[in-house]
């Protein structure tokens, strides 16, 4: 199995990171080009940064931040919001990102990613699920998590997989920010159908939620916003207490 990785996930709105609860309310959490080569000085995997601004989604708000950052960082950068093209997706790793971050505009255009696939490789796409359970069924999201879609889960990840998909991220809306633990059910869900690799997001609160998803699923890698905002944590310091478990780890 690859190493398992552990990924600082950064929001942008506003030429500012924030951290969110369920995709509402949020905090100002800091500088966006410090933060990110704290992480990058502190053994972080890569990093990933997503523009999350609701009036004005496009992607060429990620530029100026995203140049600064890997002038910075020195570790994979995965970017996105907003993308919604070639040549959008071309200017985001012209300025520095390593792989490229797409969400609503898969639900359009699935032969999109195959489109990314097929110009930067496939290991350079990344689709994003943002998944809100509603009357107990996992309801997929779009337009950062206002819009429902039309089709379950396991068909979404079918054609994503089809065509060419590198990577996936899982984010649960439900846990999104509240550090209560992980969506175990979502994850085994989804890792049980992809064969591709799988990041989860969405609760993660304490070193033990991520043992767990390590331990119980799949999963190739877990993204952490409120952990490394709101505590002390940072990703030196996760890898040492999962390497007690003897979790497969890139190690510092």
Do not use: W
Request: aromatic share 6%.
């Amino acid at each position: 199995m690859l190493k398992r990785r552990i990924i600082p996930l950064l929001l942008l709105m506003n030429d500012r990171l924030v951290k969110t609860v369920n995709f509402g309310k949020f905090k100002d959490v800091g500088n966006p080009v410090s933060t990110a080569k704290i992480f990058n000085d502190s053994d972080a995997d890569e990093i990933i940064l997503l523009n999350i601004e609701r009036d004005s989604r496009s992607s060429s708000k990620l530029i100026p931040v995203l140049k600064e950052i890997s002038n910075e960082c020195f570790i994979p950068i995965a970017a996105g919001g907003g993308i919604k093209s070639i040549d959008d997706a071309t200017n985001i790793i012209k300025n520095g990102a390593d792989k490229i971050v797409i969400n609503s505009i898969c639900y359009d255009d699935y032969s999109f990613i195959k489109k990314i696939a097929e110009t930067f490789g496939r290991q350079a796409v990344i689709a994003s699920i943002d998944i809100k359970k509603i009357n107990n069924q996992y309801c997929l999201m779009a337009d950062c998590g206002k819009l429902i879609k039309k089709i379950n889960l396991e068909e979404h990840l079918e054609k994503l997989i089809k065509n060419d998909v590198g990577e996936i991220i899982i984010n649960s809306i439900d846990c999104e920010g509240t550090m209560k633990g992980p969506d175990h059910d979502l994850i085994m869900q989804v890792t049980n159908v992809s064969n591709v690799p799988t990041i989860y997001t969405g609760g993660i609160g304490n070193y033990d939620h991520i043992k767990d998803v390590f331990e119980n699923s799949n999963a190739s890698a877990v993204a952490c916003g409120s952990l490394f905002n709101f505590t002390d944590s940072n990703p030196i310091r996760v890898k040492s207490y999962l390497k007690s478990y003897d979790i497969n780890l890139r190690l510092f």
